[in-house]
């Protein structure tokens, strides 16, 4: 994966670019779309919120409250699974 690219193609700030992502996250860590927005702390399911935050943050410029309303999590919870979902 080249940095600023992911899902088939370069990521800007907008809503489809986050659906990109979403659909790509879940699709490779196999969890449902659904199970994201829950507060459940599956291994799985934690890495996956994480590696998608770190994503959407550093390199699509999604707002940190933005993602915070999309997967029902604070501002502070976004920024922490950020840093922990990153390489």
Request: net charge positive; proline share 3%.
């Amino acid at each position: 994966m080249t940095i600023g690219y992911w899902a088939g193609g370069p990521v800007g700030n907008t809503d489809d670019d986050l659906e990109k992502l979403l659909t790509k996250v879940t699709e490779s860590f196999q969890v449902d779309r659904i199970a994201l927005t829950q507060p459940d702390r599956y291994r799985n399911l934690a890495r996956a919120r994480a590696v998608l935050c770190h994503l959407a943050m550093r390199y699509s410029g999604v707002k940190g409250t933005e993602l915070a309303k999309h997967l029902s999590m604070t501002q502070a919870g976004v920024s922490v699974a950020a840093d922990r979902g990153a390489p």
